[in-house]
């Protein structure tokens, strides 16, 4: 009985430790998976969110300047943004 109570112990770690190395490989294919299909369909998500942003009463972003929100600057380099 004590022979098979310190196989147990000392086989369990081992398989705990793969479960979560799977946990973790299965997170990791769904992000990458979720990003893929962010990628895939940026434009359609963009025009979707715009959307919803004229809808609930904001102004809308042209999907070719999604990634250009940092603001213009000027010769200076500083913001030309107002900081609310």
């Keep these: 009985m004590?022979?098979?109570l310190w196989s147990f112990l000392n086989f369990a770690p081992s398989q705990r430790a793969q479960a979560m190395?799977?946990?973790i490989l299965i997170v990791a294919l769904v992000a990458l998976a979720l990003i893929v299909v962010f990628v895939a369909f940026r434009n359609v998500l963009a025009e979707q969110l715009n959307k919803i942003i004229v809808k609930l009463g904001?102004?809308?972003t042209p999907p070719e300047n999604i990634g250009n929100q940092g603001g213009d600057?000027?010769?200076s380099?500083?913001?030309t943004?107002?900081?609310c």
């Design 58 to 60: 904001g102004t809308s």
């Design 77 to 79: 380099g500083a913001s």
């Design 2 to 4: 004590l022979r098979f």
């Design 81 to 83: 943004r107002g900081v």
């Design 73 to 75: 600057t000027g010769s």
């Design 21 to 23: 190395t799977e946990y």
